[in-house]
């Protein structure tokens, strides 16, 4: 039998035409679908448009969008595909991961460098491939489906600015590759027994990128907005203890006041390891800290929204931010 796909449509460089002022979303699902005619062999699919931005405008509140209107349909479908942009793409696949969680029903996302209507594209590939896809028999939960490559929703990372191949799959391989109408799965990776769906965040996660120099006083200028920060410190962790050890005494600031401090690394690949440097083992030992090892800082940030938005009892925040997600950590 004929499988049934909802396409959801939010805008991106996909569903973008060429205007005076730069490409701008203006296609809608039907006309983006159309651009791909050999669908119809594959599956039915129905579309529906949650709103049409360039995906730099993405809020959390369209991200509660898009599960709710995945969490109302869910019955009525065998997959989901969202067309998105790109350029936060990561964030949302991962947030997405989170918030729908053990999904037997894939739920891809997908997008484009290049807008479907012009000449040389990679939309149409992206598009048939995320459909192929979501009408296989195997797949499930939260993924990217870009140039070929399917990646863990938590997984990706945005590593090119222009080219086709503008995604990675970040300390954990491809979940799985597609070439023409095959697929080829990497990793044995089993159906959970949910959906279980999540549509409270917390947005109050602040990333801050260490650089020589910095001035600790941001970390006290950040506390009466944000409940949680994430330090992308150098290297495998360490937060520097020159100028009378003022990161120390900010930090003993952040997380006197209850709130949550998190650390990470800049470092793209193989993460974070605080133990092994001085810098980074008296800070562990000294703060009650969490530390997000592999996982990406798109990952990151969005669990902790999540955890936040979720939970309000601090050991069930920090048991649920080492509980492996969809592929999430690995080193735990
Ligand atoms: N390739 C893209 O989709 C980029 C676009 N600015 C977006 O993220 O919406």
Redesign the pocket.
């Known amino acids: 039998m004929m499988k049934n796909i909802l396409l959801i449509a939010t805008?991106?460089?996909?569903a973008?035409r060429s205007t005076s002022n730069g490409?701008t979303?203006q296609l809608g699902p039907g006309e983006i679908l159309e651009y791909v005619p050999s669908v119809q062999r594959l599956c039915h699919v129905d579309c529906i448009q949650l709103f049409n931005?360039?995906?730099?405008n993405i809020l959390p509140k369209h991200w509660e969008a898009m599960v709710k209107a995945i969490e109302e349909r869910y019955d009525r479908y065998d997959g989901f595909v969202i067309l998105?942009?790109?350029?936060?793409?990561a964030y949302t696949s991962a947030a997405l991961s989170y918030m729908i969680q053990s999904s037997p029903k894939p739920v891809v996302l997908t997008?484009?460098?290049r807008p479907i209507d012009k000449e040389i594209t990679d939309a149409k590939m992206n598009l048939r491939d995320s459909i192929l896809y979501a009408c296989d028999d195997d797949s499930h939960d939260v993924v990217i489906v870009f140039q070929g490559h399917v990646i863990a929703g938590t997984r990706a990372r945005k590593i090119r600015s222009k080219s086709f191949n503008?995604f990675s799959s970040i300390n954990f391989p491809d979940v799985a590759v597609i070439s023409g109408e095959r697929i080829i799965r990497y990793i044995e990776w089993k159906a959970g027994n949910g959906p279980r769906f999540y549509t409270r965040l917390n947005p109050r996660v602040f990333t801050l990128k260490l650089v020589p120099g910095m001035d600790a006083g941001v970390i006290h200028y950040l506390m009466p907005y944000y409940d949680a920060l994430i330090i992308e410190s150098f290297g495998v962790g360490g937060i520097p203890c020159y100028e009378g050890d003022v990161y120390m005494k900010a930090l003993e600031e952040w997380t006197g006041s209850k709130k949550l401090l998190v650390m990470t690394t800049q470092v793209p690949n193989e993460g974070s390891d605080m133990v092994i440097y001085n810098v980074g083992s008296r800070v562990k030992r000294r703060f009650d800290l969490l530390e997000a090892y592999d996982m990406t800082p798109e990952a990151t940030v969005t669990k902790l929204m999540w955890l936040l938005g979720t939970y309000s009892d601090d050991n069930e925040i920090k048991k649920g931010f080492y509980t492996r997600i969809n592929h999430d950590l690995m080193t735990v």
């Open positions: 805008g991106g460089t996909i973008s490409l979303p931005l360039d995906s730099t998105h942009g790109t350029d936060t793409m997008g484009a460098q503008a």
